[in-house]
């Protein structure tokens, strides 16, 4: 009962019918109260009683406290939502660019290429790749360290030193796959022509072993047989063609070369330290010479050469992509869950 009529009170009828007309303004505020709070200005109804304007203010208050409490909880409901959305955007956006910087990673490991010159014709010369120059005055005999190069296709290019990539030699392209060693060689006589052949290298080298690895580079010579001291190592080696590799323990060695008698070159002489692989190139005979020449060359452990799967010192591996996922599928599940609560939260409120 929202108030109570006395008995004594002076004009009773006008009582009646003010607080009639007060339950009647309360029930059409409850029941449509905006459109009433547009038109509605108590100050202008003199002739209901302070009872009845007391009860009107009093019901307008609560609508305005509801409508404050409804316009809070629209915006907290827009904020949380836009708040989720936004966080599973960014957990895509972590994924999306931790994948892709896997793959770029994964892309950007380079082959390892190396060149000799090993044409007894061609002289002094410029070499390029991809139109680049990369090595100058490159002579016969001289063979390159391993050098990092994209995998992929590339052209070689090799020009008489001066004469720049326009007056190139020979062109050829080659294609290398990432972390795996190459051994180029630029070939030929001015009799057969010129051109580079490509030998794939493994460098890989089991505990404190050593390794061996002939180069037929001769075009003067037949097929050889390579000596280490009294063992015979290689046998029947064609020109040009590379041996299998061959395992040896380290130690001091004289290598010999059989089967080409004419051009037999001088003993080769050299320490095979542990953990190594040794490249014996023969090369030549050049113009106004008649012996084949040994080239040799050693890498340690190719430590120079990481990803390739020859260093035996452990390669950092790559981050685990687990935390990143884990992170990004929480911060999913996150956004969700708080969407979905305030839904539920608001159909709850409403009802």
């Known amino acids: 009962m929202l108030f ?8 009773r009828e006008s009582n009646i019918n003010q607080g009639r007309e007060a339950i009647h303004y309360s029930v059409t505020i409850l029941c449509n109260p905006f459109s009433l709070i547009e038109r509605i200005h108590i100050q202008n109804y003199p002739a209901l009683s302070h009872f009845a304007k007391t009860i009107l203010s009093l019901s307008l208050v609560e609508i305005k406290e509801r409508n404050t409490i409804m316009k809070l909880y629209n915006i907290s409901h ?10 599973g ?18 892309n950007t490991h380079p ?8 044409s007894p014709d061609i002289g002094i010369v410029d070499a390029f790749v991809d139109g680049q120059k990369i090595l100058s005055s490159f002579e016969f005999g001289t063979v390159t360290d391993y050098t990092p190069l994209p995998a992929g296709s590339h052209k070689l290019q090799i020009a008489l030193i001066g004469k720049g990539v326009n007056a190139s030699l020979v062109t050829q392209t080659m294609t290398v796959e990432e972390g795996s060693a190459y051994t180029v ?41 390579v000596e280490a001291g009294s063992d015979t190592i290689v046998k029947g080696l064609s020109y040009p063609q590379a041996s299998n590799y061959v395992d040896v323990p380290a130690g001091a060695y004289t ?8 051009y037999a070159p001088a003993p080769l002489s050299t320490d095979v330290k542990p953990w190594t692989v040794t490249s014996i190139f023969a090369v030549g005979p050049v113009k106004g010479n008649t012996q084949i020449r040994f080239v040799s060359t050693a890498i340690a452990g190719t430590p120079g050469m990481p990803q390739t799967g020859s260093d035996p010192n452990a390669v950092p591996s790559t981050p685990s ?5 884990f992170i990004g599928g929480m911060l999913i599940m996150i956004g969700l869950g708080g969407s979905y609560g305030v839904r539920k939260y608001g159909r709850k409120k409403e009802r």
């Open 111 to 118: 082959a390892f290429v190396r060149i000799i010159h090993a």
């Open 4 to 11: 109570k009529i006395e008995s004594g009170y002076p004009d």
């Open 321 to 325: 992509r687990l935390p990143v996922m």
């Open 78 to 87: 827009m904020l949380v939502r836009r708040v989720s959305a936004g966080l």
């Open 255 to 262: 290598f010999n070369l059989t089967g080409a008698a004419q």
């Open 89 to 106: 955007i960014f957990a895509l956006l972590a994924l999306f660019c931790m994948q892709s910087g896997t793959a770029f990673a994964a």
């Open 185 to 225: 060689a630029a070939l030929g006589t001015n009799a057969s022509g010129f051109s580079f052949s490509v030998f794939k290298d493994n460098n890989l080298v089991a505990g404190t072993g050593a390794r061996v690895r002939v180069y037929h580079l001769s075009p003067y010579a037949g097929a050889v047989n």
